[in-house]
């Protein structure tokens, strides 16, 4: 049987992490140094791999879920900054603010339904990822514009 679902993403280009939370990051003398914890790792695209780095580290949440330090962050700069240092081409800029919308409405929903099965799942969503993932979603929708308007 066929499911009536698009895939969240073109076909894959490569396998990557996809998860790279400050928790996963290593440090030494406050440079990245190494990635830990491949549990999530698999085929993606360059762009969601991007947009996944960038969720956490521009971050595309909504200010209210924002850790201290970058709360008053410039988001639009933030991902244009990502975008050239990773050397996007045009067409990738084009697909990152979709690929940002689709990869919240996919980890909301992707929580939503752990949370029913999951004991730390079940307790992450009930300690705020239920607030929280809506509200990227929407953080994401309003800002969609000024976004890829950076991205040019």
Not at 96 to 124: C, L, N, T, Y
Request: one cysteine or more; proline letters at 8%.
């Amino acid at each position: 049987a066929s499911l009536d679902v698009p895939p969240s993403f073109e076909a894959p280009e490569l396998v990557s992490h996809q998860d790279y939370c400050p928790g996963n990051v290593v440090f030494r003398d406050q440079h990245a140094v190494a990635l830990i914890d491949f549990d999530l790792a698999r085929p993606t695209t360059r762009v969601a791999d991007c947009v996944n780095a960038m969720s956490w580290w521009v971050p595309l949440v909504d200010p209210l879920d924002r850790v201290p330090s970058p709360v008053g962050a410039d988001a639009a700069h933030r991902v244009r900054l990502f975008a050239d240092a990773y050397g996007m081409t045009r067409r990738q800029r084009e697909q990152v603010v979709p690929a940002a919308v689709r990869q919240a409405r996919d980890a909301h929903i992707g929580m939503r339904a752990a949370a029913e099965v999951d004991p730390v799942f079940k307790r992450w969503w009930d300690e705020g990822v239920k607030d929280r993932a809506p509200r990227a979603e929407a953080w994401l929708a309003r800002e969609s514009v000024a976004l890829q308007r950076a991205l040019q």
